[in-house]
């Protein structure tokens, strides 16, 4: 699998290319910002370690641009900083980051992290020939289609990355269902997870921003507090009732 390495350490990078080259992978390196964007539109990686303080463009800035525009690939990024504070985590997480990793690190446990991210791509939030509808929404898993109806009637098959298909996927699988966090992230990663847990409110609010017609008031993705989430159709809430096929 190819991997992009954003760092403009050139001591740090080597380590982290020789590292992963000897592991198998195929690594690519960008020393900033601007160059890493272009980088990434030529390699579409499978995953980007990102260092958080490079010239150009920061870290942050390179991470939001790539989920606004993933390309064929919606990489896996693992954000690399020397800074641990919790503030820190959770910008990095907020801005669409996978993973975060904090320096000085073990090789040994960058493997670590960057095979348990890859591994999450072989994940499916369901069986496969499986279709889930609910009055609104439809997610076939054999075709990996999600679709939504709108109330003109028209049917707008939705832009989902893996994981927003495999997480949409798993609250139509058992609707008006309470999932805590920990819950989703051994559905959708398993043993495989490396991070916060705070990870999966991410993946939730980018999910919201396709599916809801006010994120701000989610009207399927339900928070519930102090647990986790759960998916309600608007007309399921009236009716008591969803399919699944």
């Known amino acids: 699998m190819d991997i992009l ?3 403009d350490e050139p001591e740090i990078a080597r380590l982290i290319q020789h590292t992963l080259e000897a592991e198998g992978f195929s690594c690519q390196i960008s020393n900033n910002g601007l160059a890493a964007l272009q980088k990434f539109q030529e390699l579409q990686p499978d995953l980007i370690i990102l260092d958080l303080m490079i010239p150009g463009l920061d870290g942050l800035e390179v991470c939001a641009r790539i ?7 919606d990489p ?3 954000m690399l900083t020397a800074k641990g504070e919790e503030l ?3 910008i990095g997480l907020s801005t669409g980051a996978d993973d975060y990793f904090v320096k000085p690190f073990s090789p040994r446990e960058l493997v670590a992290r960057v095979r348990a991210l890859l591994r999450r791509s072989l994940r499916q939030g369901g069986q496969p020939n499986q279709v889930y509808q609910t009055p609104h929404f439809l997610v076939d898993l054999d075709q990996r289609i999600a679709s939504y109806q709108l109330e003109s009637g028209d049917t707008e098959t939705l832009d989902l ?3 927003e298909f495999n997480l949409l996927s798993t609250f139509l699988s058992y609707p008006g269902r309470v999932w805590s966090r920990t819950q989703l992230i051994d559905k959708l990663w398993g043993d495989d997870f490396f ?3 705070r990870v999966v409110d991410t993946h939730v609010a980018r999910l919201r921003k396709k599916i809801e017609p006010d994120p701000s008031h989610p009207t399927f993705i339900k928070t519930v507090t102090g647990v986790g989430y759960k998916f309600e159709d608007a007309v399921m809430r009236e009716q008591g009732t969803g399919n699944r096929e």
């Open 5 to 7: 390495i954003v760092e």
């Open 67 to 73: 989920r606004q525009k993933p390309g064929q690939k």
């Open 76 to 78: 896996y990024i693992l």
């Open 88 to 90: 820190d985590r959770i």
């Open 161 to 163: 990355t893996t994981l």
């Open 195 to 197: 991070g916060d847990e």
